[in-house]
């Protein structure tokens, strides 16, 4: 399985919504990534996992909240978002962060809408 | 600040022509250099470099990176419609990636 899959496809939320987005992929990656990316624009990275610990934060604001139940699976939290906030939300795992930090395989996405 | 800057920003060819993409960076700590194609969603991986000189094929794609001049390209030939997305650049450095801004290619018939 050479896959990283992301659930939900497409996310309408209000300002007041809490939701989360799922990550999940199986081959025994150990590091996983959140980027942001708005149209016409390259990945903005959110989020670092190394072994399951958060091992980097770009600064995102704390109403994006990561978590990383265990090495498959990467989520992320979603409360009080703001209209900017809308964007294609991609996940990626790499073998390791140090070495393959490079190889990242990315998942379809997540398509989310703030209103 | 780690940099990438790709060119051109965007590209229209017709289908069978040739071209190429270019992708310089200034970044500390270099580990490799990556290429990877955005249709509608995800990235897709295309090539990873770390060695200078070392041309990567993969069919009608290949690529090479100067670590001297610190520059890549990315050539395609006897491109197809299918070829139309954005392609980005990538530069791993440390535990990140930081992505140019990407070159849109539309290949018309």
């Known amino acids: 399985d050479t896959e990283v899959t992301q659930t939900p496809k497409h996310l309408v939320m209000g300002m007041t919504n809490k939701k989360s987005l799922k990550c999940e992929q199986h081959?025994?990656?150990?590091?996983m990534y959140w980027y942001k990316q708005k149209a016409k624009k390259p990945p903005e990275l959110m989020f670092v996992?190394?072994?399951?610990?958060?091992?980097i934060n770009e600064s995102v604001p704390s109403r994006f909240s990561p978590e990383c139940p265990n090495s498959s699976l990467l989520n992320l939290h979603l409360h009080a978002l703001q209209p900017e906030d809308s964007a294609l939300y991609l996940c990626?795992?790499?073998?390791?962060?140090?070495?393959?930090?490079?190889?990242?395989?990315f998942g379809p996405g997540t398509r989310l809408t703030v209103l | 600040e780690d940099k990438v800057v790709q060119s051109p920003l965007s590209l229209v060819v017709h289908e069978g022509d040739t071209v190429t993409l270019n992708c310089s960076y200034e970044?500390?700590?270099?580990?490799?250099l990556l290429w990877y194609k955005q249709e509608k969603k995800a990235p897709t991986f295309l090539f990873m470099l770390?060695?200078?000189?070392i041309e990567k094929k993969s069919g009608r794609l290949s690529s090479i990176l100067d670590k001297k001049e610190l520059f890549s390209i990315l050539n395609i030939t006897a491109t197809q419609t299918g070829d139309s997305a954005i392609y980005l650049c990538?530069?791993?450095?440390?535990?990140?990636?930081?992505f140019g801004g990407g070159t849109r290619l539309m290949v018309k018939p």
């Open positions: 996992y190394s072994y399951e610990k958060l091992s």
């Open positions: 970044v500390t700590n270099f580990r490799s």
């Open positions: 770390t060695s200078s000189g």
């Open positions: 081959m025994g990656h150990r590091a």
């Open positions: 990538a530069v791993s450095a440390g535990n990140m990636l930081t």
């Open positions: 990626a795992s790499s073998q390791d962060v140090l070495r393959r930090a490079g190889e990242q395989f």
